[in-house]
């Protein structure tokens, strides 16, 4: 269990993080997500108090700085590549294992883990990016931790090593491991996460289960086909539905339940061929939550010989509305 309460990192004029309060459960994935520059990197070196700035983090109760063998307790994968530039990959797990009371058997099985068993007497300078981050997550688990930090661990992953990734990381949750992982892959962070801490301008938007983010910050619509569908808009309309024309004809109906559309259907004498129900994804509850939190706005593209649009104006500072915790 991660216990974070009022976490705060100001950069001369730039308040990073924001008075941050939250928990991270065992038994499951926790994604940590928020815009560019949103302050998650600062909020994760502040738990394990790589930064300075206000508040205090407990790990199963514990100050990180208290924990005597932090390794054994907290596993972290900030960044890819803080290894030793000529050691081999091996060699670099066992002064990290030594210092650290690590068994020599551990270091091998961590390797063979991680798919790096072939590789690991090469040096981590020759390593791709996806490498170097399955490297850094061996690192993490080397002491068999309880609690697991990472920092965009799928950062240049590909495809397979991106779902090596979150099988694993499921996998590690399900042993009852508490994991707090932040990645901008939200249809990754969709599959692999439970629950979500979600920060926008370093100030606290969500903390909770991930269904119920999307259902806070998106509306799920009601998908309706039928050879009748233009005759029934009318009383869709009628009944107080928003209705709009999806693709090959299909009706997106909002703002009413499924049950009531198919009651109104019946009672129209309408025939159709489909009555379902369609959920937004995290992508779009979370452009929903973060849009105005967002720290770096681009000018809309515009097309090759039209005059430039001026950039778009700065987003205020607040975040908009949700579940706030803090
Ligand atoms: N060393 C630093 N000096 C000054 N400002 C900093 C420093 N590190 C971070 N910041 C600022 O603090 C804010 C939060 O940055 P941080 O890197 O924590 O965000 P992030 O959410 O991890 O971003 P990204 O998703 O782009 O990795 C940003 O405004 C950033 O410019």
């Given at each position: 269990?991660?216990?974070?309460?009022?976490?705060?990192?100001?950069?001369?004029?730039?308040?990073?993080?924001?008075?941050?309060?939250?928990d991270?459960?065992?038994g499951?994935?926790?994604?940590?997500?928020?815009?560019?520059?949103?302050?998650?990197?600062?909020?994760?070196r502040?738990?394990?108090?790589?930064?300075?700035?206000?508040?205090?983090?407990?790990?199963?109760?514990?100050?990180?700085?208290?924990?005597?063998?932090?390794?054994?307790?907290v596993?972290?994968?900030?960044?890819?590549?803080?290894?030793?530039?000529?050691?081999?990959?091996?060699?670099?797990?066992?002064?990290?294992?030594?210092?650290?009371?690590?068994?020599?058997?551990?270091?091998?099985?961590?390797?063979?883990?991680?798919g790096?068993?072939?590789?690991?007497?090469?040096?981590?300078?020759g390593?791709?990016?996806?490498?170097?981050?399955?490297?850094?997550?061996?690192?993490?688990?080397?002491?068999?931790?309880?609690?697991?930090?990472?920092?965009?661990?799928?950062?240049?992953?590909?495809?397979?090593?991106?779902?090596?990734?979150?099988?694993?990381?499921?996998?590690l949750?399900?042993?009852?491991?508490?994991?707090?992982?932040?990645?901008?892959?939200?249809?990754?962070?969709?599959?692999?996460?439970?629950?979500?801490?979600?920060?926008?301008?370093?100030?606290?938007i969500?903390?909770?289960?991930?269904d119920?983010?999307?259902?806070?910050?998106?509306?799920?619509t009601?998908?309706?086909?039928?050879?009748?569908?233009?005759?029934?808009?009318?009383?869709?309309?009628?009944?107080?539905?928003?209705?709009?024309?999806?693709?090959?004809?299909?009706?997106?109906?909002?703002?009413?339940?499924?049950?009531?559309?198919?009651?109104l259907?019946?009672?129209?004498?309408?025939?159709?061929?489909?009555?379902?129900?369609?959920?937004?994804s995290?992508?779009?509850?979370?452009?929903?939550?973060?849009?105005?939190?967002?720290?770096?706005?681009?000018?809309?593209?515009?097309?090759?010989?039209?005059?430039?649009?001026?950039?778009?104006?700065?987003?205020?500072?607040?975040?908009?509305?949700?579940t706030?915790?803090?």
């Amino acid at each position: 269990m991660i216990t974070a309460k009022g976490l705060y990192k100001r950069y001369r004029k730039t308040v990073a993080v924001d008075q941050l309060s939250f928990d991270v459960r065992p038994g499951v994935v926790t994604g940590f997500l928020g815009p560019n520059g949103s302050g998650k990197s600062t909020t994760m070196r502040l738990m394990l108090g790589l930064d300075h700035g206000g508040g205090e983090t407990l790990f199963d109760g514990e100050k990180f700085t208290d924990i005597r063998r932090p390794m054994n307790k907290v596993g972290a994968l900030l960044e890819a590549k803080p290894f030793h530039p000529t050691r081999s990959a091996r060699n670099h797990l066992r002064m990290l294992a030594s210092a650290n009371g690590v068994g020599e058997k551990r270091i091998d099985e961590v390797m063979e883990l991680v798919g790096l068993g072939t590789v690991k007497r090469k040096k981590p300078k020759g390593y791709s990016l996806g490498m170097a981050q399955r490297l850094g997550l061996a690192q993490a688990l080397l002491g068999d931790p309880k609690i697991l930090l990472l920092d965009e661990p799928t950062n240049g992953l590909d495809p397979h090593g991106i779902h090596w990734m979150r099988d694993m990381l499921k996998h590690l949750a399900s042993e009852g491991r508490t994991i707090f992982v932040s990645s901008h892959l939200l249809s990754e962070m969709q599959l692999m996460a439970d629950e979500l801490v979600v920060i926008g301008r370093g100030n606290m938007i969500f903390n909770g289960d991930v269904d119920q983010f999307v259902r806070d910050f998106t509306q799920s619509t009601v998908i309706v086909r039928s050879p009748g569908a233009d005759g029934f808009v009318p009383a869709l309309e009628g009944a107080g539905a928003e209705v709009a024309k999806g693709k090959d004809g299909e009706l997106v109906i909002s703002g009413m339940e499924i049950g009531a559309v198919g009651h109104l259907a019946f009672t129209e004498n309408v025939e159709l061929s489909e009555l379902s129900t369609r959920s937004a994804s995290l992508e779009e509850a979370f452009m929903s939550a973060t849009g105005s939190s967002e720290e770096f706005i681009a000018a809309e593209p515009v097309a090759a010989g039209a005059p430039a649009a001026p950039a778009a104006p700065s987003a205020p500072a607040t975040p908009s509305g949700g579940t706030e915790n803090a």
